[in-house]
């Protein structure tokens, strides 16, 4: 029972990463109605932001995701601009066509300048014992991170202007345009925040798993599990969802092998979308 209460906990540590993760691809489908597929190479550009950050320059990496989510809000606009801008209303295929070339020269790319070798951060927080559980330090703070940037996420769209923007042109992006809504900037603005949520995860997940340039791909996919249970365009369950999906990475490893893991996550995947396909917490109306 110790063990078992041991891995809940450390899986919901690991589901608020994942939720950020989730939450910064939903975001700009939840806006934009575009499927980002470059959101793997992403989150591993922000697992290689911090080691570079911190093997390079000897910043302490959690202070190197700072300057990691504001190179992801950038680097987001400057996507968008180039590849996503001139199909943003043509049909689906088109914007995944584009988001998809831009997966594919990120990890081409990065396999050039970083090759396939795996790296990892050389920084450890120690651990933190409660009675007979003992967590990670790095999975707290990095829960701690998640939390802040979550809270951060809801009060600027929630309590400032450029926010409530974002929400109306999510809404009806015309009648925004009427109101005088600059809605080209602000769907600049909704893909930079979305990638900028995604190379912050990656930045967090570097901090205590080992990773590659193509690490990114297992994380988008659970992104996806995570935007259907949590609701597709719904930033806030996507947290939640993140958080459910880590309690079973937690569990299921107790009762059987870990490499059931990705099957079951992806049968559960394909139940919500015939049961539920809004999701647990409702989609984007």
Known sequence: ?????????????????????????TLIWGVMDVINLAHGPIIALGMFGVYLIFNGLGVNPYLGVVL??????????????????????APHLSTLLATFSINMII???????????????????????????????SRVVAAVASVLVT????????????????????????????????????LALSFGLGTMLASIAGALIATF??????????????SFVIGVLGGLGNPIGALFGGLILGVLEGIIPTFMPTTWVPVLEFVLFVLILLVRPQGIFGAKK
């Open 1 to 25: 029972m110790d063990f078992l209460a041991a891995s809940i906990i450390d899986g919901l540590l690991l589901g608020f990463v994942y939720g950020i993760a989730a939450m910064g691809l």
């Open 68 to 89: 990691v989510a504001a190179i992801g809000l950038l680097l987001g606009v400057l996507i968008y601009y180039v590849a996503v801008h001139r199909v943003i209303n």
């Open 107 to 137: 990890i081409g790319l990065g396999t050039a300048v970083f090759t396939a070798s795996p790296r990892n951060i050389d920084f450890s927080l120690g651990s933190i014992t409660v009675g007979p559980i003992t967590l990670l330090g």
């Open 151 to 186: 809270g951060g996420l809801y009060l600027f769209l929630y309590r400032t202007r450029p926010g409530r923007y974002i929400r109306a042109v999510s809404n009806n992006r015309d009648a925004a345009e009427l109101m005088g809504v600059p809605s080209n900037r602000i």
């Open 209 to 222: 798993f080992p990773f590659t340039i193509l690490a990114g791909g297992v994380y988008e996919l659970k």
